[in-house]
Every structure is written in structure tokens, then in C-alpha cells.
């Protein structure tokens, strides 16, 4: 099993030692796996457990005060799967994969996802941690359910772009999968590019991506695809990524990174943005 993880790009981490030590973790976890779509569920897993990361418990919290969860996750044979906006949903990419495995959709939004997870036994926990909640009720957060003021209080403060990822692959056969609670003070229900297929993920019998980053603009330029595509073209992954980041930043005049890991297991990452943590285990 050859996997890369990354914990998101964006600004410089608080305690980057102590997030790389988990990155190395989730590496470490997902290589024990017997196959690529187990490899990174158990990665991206132990990222979503950690308040460090913006997945799962600590994730980015909405204009109304809820942390909604998103994940997808394909492979080489174009299976995929999504879930998005779920309220509560530690395992976000647990029930992209029960989505993908269990049934005929390839993706599933809001509280009928989140009951999804429940009947696999993907029990709602409190996902707020209590720098998260401090973070939250230092922006001052509306106290109205007039539109425009809402919106505007959003335009102002909406941001963040981390997100957690991972691509692995075993004897020539690829998963890839992204996991995030969303970019801080977006509208309450707002989904951005992690679990469209193509914008935080993709995968194909070339290899796969995970994309991090500014969502929305990640989801107008379909980043994972183009990472991809460039590894169907013949490129390297090195190549493709850092070529894959540079047309980003042209089209968008945007921040977001990149992790790719082709059939052969070969590894490449890239970003602009100020920081990007990756772990790889071979």
C-alpha cells in the first residue's frame, strides 16, 4: 500500500510538529489497510478525530452556530461517493463510502445523510471544541433571520480553506478521498468543492487527487480533475500537481494545494498558499 496524506493548505499552522505527528499517523494508519478505499478511510479518520484539522470534531462552524461536515471519495473504476452538510457527522468520509458502497447514488446532502450515517452506526457527536466555540462568538455572530443582513455579516468574515486528504494505491488500483467542516462563517448549509467530484476529489485508472483550498474556487476550476488529467496525458505527479496549482492560480487568482499519487505510486504535491502539511508512507 503506498498513501499520501495532507491536512490542508492555508496559513501557517499554530503547532505545525504536532500536526505533522498526526499526519504521520493517519500515514502510518492507512497503510495497514488491505485495500486503497479502506487506506484512506482509516487515514482520513484519525485526521477527523483531531481538533487540529479542520474535519470532523474542530471543524469550521457556520453563520448559525453548526458545524456541517462534508467528505467524497472515488476510484480507479469510477466508483464515488459523497456526503455533504451534515450536521454532527464526525466520519464524514465513513458515510462517503457507505454511499458509494451501499447504494445506487453518488451523493447525499443534509439531515438524510446524516441519518444515513446513523443506520451504519455513524453516531452524532458535539463537534465544537472550545477555541472553536470562542472563535465563533468572538465574530460576533447575527441575531436575525433578515437575509441581507446575514449575508453581508458573512461577506465580511466568510474565509479559512484547510481540509484533509488522501490518495492510495495497491498493485495498480487507486482511491482518493477528501474530508472538511467547510470554510468559517459561511451560510448555514453552504457546500463548497470537497464533495463534488472532480473539484476536492477524483480518481481514475491513472491515479488520484485530493484537493484543499478556497472552495468555490476550486469547484469553478474542477482542481482534482485537472491534476488527474494531467496524469492521463503521460506527466509525472510532481508535474501534474505543480502544473495543476499554476493554471489554478491563473484561472482564479486564488490559494489551494494539492496532493496526487499516480498507479505506479508515485507521489506529488503542490500549493500557493501559505502552508500545506503532507505525510507519505510507503
Not at 462563517?185 to 463534488?196: E, I, K, N, T, Y
Request: charge should be negative; glycine fraction near 12%; proline fraction near 4%.
Amino acid at each position: 500500500m503506498q498513501l499520501i496524506v495532507h491536512g490542508g493548505a492555508g496559513d501557517e499552522p499554530d503547532d505545525p510538529e504536532r500536526r505533522q505527528s498526526v499526519l504521520d499517523e493517519a500515514a502510518s494508519v492507512g497503510t495497514e489497510a488491505s485495500t486503497p478505499v479502506e487506506a484512506v478511510v482509516r487515514a482520513i479518520d484519525v485526521l477527523e478525530s483531531n481538533p487540529l484539522f479542520n474535519a470532523g470534531v474542530g471543524g469550521a462552524i457556520q453563520e448559525d452556530g453548526v458545524v456541517r461536515t462534508d467528505a467524497g471519495i472515488m476510484t480507479d473504476k469510477r466508483e464515488a461517493g459523497a456526503a455533504c452538510s451534515m450536521a454532527g457527522v464526525r466520519h464524514a468520509v465513513g458515510v462517503a463510502r457507505r454511499v458509494m458502497a451501499e447504494t445506487p447514488h453518488v451523493l447525499l446532502a443534509g439531515e438524510h445523510a446524516a441519518a444515513l450515517a446513523e443506520g451504519f452506526d455513524i453516531e452524532p457527536e458535539e463537534l465544537t471544541t472550545e477555541r472553536t466555540r470562542e472563535r465563533f462568538r468572538a465574530a460576533d455572530p447575527p441575531k436575525t433571520d433578515e437575509i441581507g443582513e446575514r449575508i453581508e455579516w458573512v461577506r465580511e468574515r466568510f474565509g479559512g480553506a484547510d481540509t484533509v486528504g488522501a490518495v492510495a494505491v495497491d498493485e495498480g488500483h487507486v482511491a482518493a478521498a477528501t474530508s472538511t467542516g467547510g470554510r468559517w462563517f459561511a451560510l448555514a448549509g453552504r457546500v463548497g468543492d470537497v464533495p463534488q467530484i472532480g473539484c476536492g476529489f477524483y480518481a481514475s485508472p491513472a491515479g488520484g487527487a485530493s484537493a484543499t483550498g478556497a472552495g468555490e474556487d476550486i469547484a469553478r476550476s474542477t482542481l482534482a480533475r485537472e491534476a488527474v488529467r494531467r496524469l492521463e496525458d503521460g506527466e509525472q505527479p510532481a508535474d501534474a500537481a505543480a502544473n495543476a496549482i499554476d493554471e489554478f492560480e491563473v484561472l482564479t487568482g486564488s490559494t489551494a494545494g494539492v496532493i496526487v499519487l499516480d498507479e505506479s505510486g508515485q507521489t506529488g504535491s503542490a500549493y500557493n498558499s501559505a502552508a500545506m502539511q503532507t505525510s507519505t508512507n510507503f
